[in-house]
């Protein structure tokens, strides 16, 4: 695949992005394609490496290795080399149904499992893959693909987010009649209000919307399943119904002063955020503002990122984000090695926008807020934090222990709690009274059934707080029951 000796030939480019002081002053995609010359020779150094573990898709060390929705990678790697830029996209739509998402969002676990990254940096498969789809809009390749036939059949699926998206978009081209529910007054769930608009601008979604809704699915929004129609009525009038309702959950901070006003759960801050900018440009104020205010993110992980991306576009005064864990090494460690998910440093967007404004990365590791405290009108003012100690015991589990001495004082009147998601809302799912497992829908990988006929699971609902490729994957998989659970069999992949 590609050219015989391009991974030796030529070096890997980085994605282009925009000047960080620049790109800070607006809510623009942060980063920009790479040209087509420069794309031929990054898909040149795909190798012919016998095995293309890139696309395996499995889990490994705890971590997602390689694609779980199995993109045929080496396949349009090479015919971007040969400039074949149309056969391209039909293999990539082969396995990805929105390319243009995660192409932009993806953390690229495919990268971390490439062969070359063995001993070089990997092949950029990421830019290569947003440049074939946004090609592929550009150049009008891509056109609404209307079923001819209709089965007569009627599924629900609920939440549209990339799950409930690809199982929609699997079962509408299978010729079912697909509705889908969203309680947000916009669909696309958390690719719409999730993601900020700086790594994923909402026209990308809404442009998929569109071509969904061309193709024959019916969205219908502001609609809350147990508020606005019971699961009894969705059983009655559907033929099936997927749940695809995210693991929207938000695990909470359960520390002193916790309830002080200030401090609010990231997604909600997010949300606000990319709905003020879509609805007004922000003049409706209906968002927490964080201009002139020391901001503290507590928790290491992408939400968390998005909110210091996010306080730096309001023009903080200053942003820290907290992470209980030690800095990542540099480089790979025995205990973590290819082809699993490579957990070493990077410096990401957010990141480099922080240094570039402040002078420094904004992150915090292995520290714990002891407590959050108020002033004298209940606002935020300042958090006590210590620093941890990260350590393995003699059962070989690691835990952490405070270092005495350590204990700082942080300015703050505003904080963002990123430390994850514990699982489904429970009223939806007592409305459907299916079985759950920790807050996630109980329904075994591959068949997606819940212990209720006809109502299936999908995505972040039934594996819990995971990537977009999971989501997608699942989505299809679950398409696929679904038709077979109709029809009695199926030709869906």
């Known amino acids: 695949m590609g050219k015989t000796t391009g991974f030796m030939e030529y070096t890997r480019e980085k994605t282009k992005e925009r000047n960080p002081l620049t790109r800070i002053t607006d809510w623009k995609e942060y980063s920009a394609p790479l040209s087509d010359e420069t794309l031929k020779k990054q898909g040149a150094r795909c190798m012919d490496c016998g095995t293309p573990f890139c696309h395996m898709g ?49 953390p690229a676990p495919c990268e971390g499992s490439c062969t070359l990254a063995i001993t070089d940096p990997a092949v950029a498969i990421k830019s290569i893959e947003r440049t074939i789809i946004d090609k592929g809009f550009e150049n009008g390749w ?19 987010g990339p799950a409930g998206l690809a199982s929609a978009d699997q079962l509408n081209q299978a010729g079912h009649s697909v509705t889908v529910y969203e309680r947000a007054d916009r669909p696309g769930g958390l690719l719409m209000y999730g993601i900020p608009n700086m790594k994923l601008e909402k ?56 309830h002080a006003k200030g401090v609010h759960f990231a997604m909600d801050y997010l949300t606000t955020s990319t709905k003020s900018l879509l609805d007004s440009n922000f003049r409706d104020k209906q968002f927490v503002d964080t201009e002139g205010k020391d901001v503290i993110v507590i928790g290491g992980g992408d939400t968390g990122a998005d909110c210091v991306a996010t306080a730096l576009r309001q023009k903080c005064k200053s942003v820290v984000q907290f992470g209980k864990h030690p800095q990542l090494p540099t480089a790979r460690t025995s205990e973590n090695m290819w082809p699993a998910y490579p957990n070493v440093f990077t410096l990401d967007y957010a990141y480099e926008e922080a ?8 992150r915090q590791y292995s520290i714990q807020t002891k407590k959050i405290v108020a002033d004298v009108n209940g606002e935020v003012k300042e958090l006590h ?109």
């Open 385 to 493: 934090t210590i620093q941890m100690e990260k350590y393995k015991g003699d059962d070989g589990r690691f835990y952490f222990k405070e270092i005495q001495g350590t204990e700082k004082v942080w300015p703050a009147q505003h904080v963002f709690i990123a430390i994850g998601f514990e699982g489904t809302e429970q009223p939806l799912l007592d409305q459907f009274a299916v079985e759950t497992n920790n807050n996630k829908v109980k329904a075994t990988y591959g068949e997606y059934k819940t212990n209720v006929e006809g109502v299936f699971a999908a995505g972040d609902a039934r594996r819990g707080q995971s990537l977009i490729v999971w989501a997608i994957n699942e989505g299809r998989e679950a398409a696929r029951e679904v038709d077979r659970y109709l029809m009695g069999s199926t030709l869906l992949p």
């Open 355 to 362: 240094d570039v404004k402040f002078g420094r990365d904004p």
């Open 203 to 258: 026209e990308v979604v809404e442009r998929r919307i569109r071509l969904l809704t061309q193709e024959g699915i019916d969205f219908i929004t502001n609609t809350e399943v147990g508020k606005d129609i019971t699961a009894e009525e969705l059983r009655k009038n559907y033929d099936a119904v997927i749940l695809c309702t995210g693991a929207q959950k938000q695990r909470d901070l359960k520390i002193e002063g916790r």
């Open 142 to 160: 891509i056109t609404p693909r209307i079923p001819t036939k209709r089965t007569g059949k009627k599924i629900a699926v609920i939440g549209s």
């Open 58 to 106: 499995m889990e490994l060390e705890g971590t997602t290795t390689g694609c779980p929705i199995n993109n045929l990678i080496p396949e349009w790697n090479d015919l971007v080399y040969r400039g074949r830029w149309k056969e391209a996209l039909d293999r990539l739509l082969k396995t990805n149904n929105f390319p243009e998402f995660t192409g932009r969002v993806c």
